[in-house]
C-alpha cells in the first residue's frame, strides 16, 4: 500500500514555471513506477510524465515535451514534474500515480495508487 499527496499547484501565467510534488507513504516508494496525469474539464484522464522504478525511464507525452520534467528522490519519496513554459492548455486537475509495475505504465488503468490531485491554472 502506498498512499500519495500531491502539492505545489497553483495560479501562475503562460510562459512561467511551476514545480508539482508528491510525496508517498511506505517504505518501498523506490519499487513503483510512477506517473502523472492530468484531466481538465469535459476530458479524460491522460497521462503527461512517468518514470520508471526500473531503469529509471521517462516518457512524456508529446504535448509537455521539452517542457516537463519528471524526476524521482527515493530518499524523500517524492517525486517531482518541473512545469516550464506553461501554457493555458496545460489547465488541468494534476494527479500523481502509482503502480508496481517495474516499466512505463501509459494508461490510467494501469496504476493501482493514486492522489487527491492539485488543480493548476493557467492564465493567458
Known amino acids: 500500500q502506498v498512499q500519495l499527496v500531491e502539492s505545489g499547484g497553483g495560479l501562475v501565467q503562460a510562459g512561467g514555471s511551476l514545480r508539482l510534488s508528491c510525496a508517498a507513504s511506505g517504505r518501498t516508494f523506490s519499487r513503483y513506477t510512477m506517473g502523472w496525469f492530468r484531466q481538465a474539464p469535459g476530458k479524460e484522464r491522460e497521462l503527461t510524465a512517468a518514470?520508471?522504478?526500473?531503469?529509471?525511464?521517462?516518457y512524456y507525452a508529446d504535448s509537455v515535451k521539452g517542457r516537463f520534467t519528471i524526476s524521482r528522490d527515493n530518499a524523500k519519496n517524492t517525486v517531482y514534474v518541473q512545469m516550464n513554459s506553461v501554457k493555458p492548455e496545460d489547465t488541468a486537475v494534476y494527479y500523481c500515480?502509482?503502480?508496481?509495475?517495474?516499466?512505463?505504465?501509459?494508461?490510467?488503468?494501469?496504476?493501482?495508487?493514486w492522489g487527491q490531485g492539485t488543480q493548476v491554472t493557467v492564465s493567458s
Open positions: 500515480a502509482a503502480t508496481v509495475k517495474g516499466r512505463l505504465a501509459y494508461v490510467a488503468q494501469e496504476y493501482e495508487y
Open positions: 518514470i520508471s522504478w526500473i531503469g529509471g525511464s521517462t
